[in-house]
């Protein structure tokens, strides 16, 4: 079956970097847009970033434009997240999704999600 496991998240100060890492199986990572997105406590969920097939093509939130790098390496099934000038309203559970439609930040495309892991970035 299809799984999805991020990993790398945790507490930081602000101004900090982060690096999240999505491990992919049971799918071919090659042919799936991916994503990040990110709920924090009391508020829905929220795209972060995107990247096509191949990894030429990224999408970024406004709000994380210039901070966060998304990229990928199919042969190793894996998504990254670089998270850098973290700020406290960067605290969230943060997700990553497959979709076989074009990455976008709309997350009802999206076809199989991970369960998520915490970031945390105090001041």
């Known amino acids: 079956q299809v799984q999805l496991v991020e990993s790398g998240g945790g507490l930081v100060q602000v101004g900090g970097s982060l690096r999240l890492s999505c491990t992919t199986s049971g799918l071919t990572l090659s042919t799936y847009a991916m994503g990040w997105f990110r709920q924090a406590p009391g508020k829905e969920r929220e795209f972060v970033a995107g990247v096509h097939w191949r990894g030429v093509i990224t999408l970024y939130a406004d709000s994380v434009k210039g901070r966060f790098t998304i990229s990928r390496d199919n042969a190793k099934n894996t998504v990254n997240l670089q998270m850098n000038s973290l700020k406290p309203e960067d605290t969230a559970v943060y997700y990553c999704?497959?979709?076989?439609?074009?990455?976008?930040?709309?997350?009802?495309?999206?076809?199989?999600w991970g369960q998520g892991t915490q970031v945390t970035v105090s001041s």
């Open positions: 999704a497959a979709t076989r439609s074009w990455a976008t930040p709309r997350s009802r495309e999206y076809d199989y």
